[in-house]
């Protein structure tokens, strides 16, 4: 079973032949790099929450909101826009 070092290790390397390096070669980017970015990009998107955080393991979608709760879109916009189309489709 790889361990985090392992993932480190090749996400170095993986930076490196990518050219994603720093001004001193150090990688701009690590495995939990990937872990944000997908967590970012499936809540903006508008993927419930809750499935986010079963997907990266948290114990509580707590731990998901406390950290990546900002960036779920406003309940408010998507609502109106819901409600608006249904009365509209409606009509």
Not at 14 to 32: F, M, Q, R, S
Not at 44 to 64: C, D, F, N, Q
């Amino acid at each position: 079973m790889p361990t985090a070092n392992t993932y480190a290790h090749h996400s170095k390397k993986a930076c490196v032949a990518a050219g994603l390096v720093d001004a001193e070669g150090k990688p701009k980017y690590h495995p939990h790099s990937l872990r944000h970015f997908f967590a970012s990009t499936a809540l903006a998107a508008g993927v419930p929450i809750h499935e986010v955080s079963r997907w990266l393991g948290h114990r509580s979608v707590k731990t998901t909101v406390d950290i990546y709760g900002h960036l779920v879109p406003e309940p408010w916009g998507r609502c109106r826009d819901i409600v608006q189309s249904a009365l509209t489709s409606a009509v």
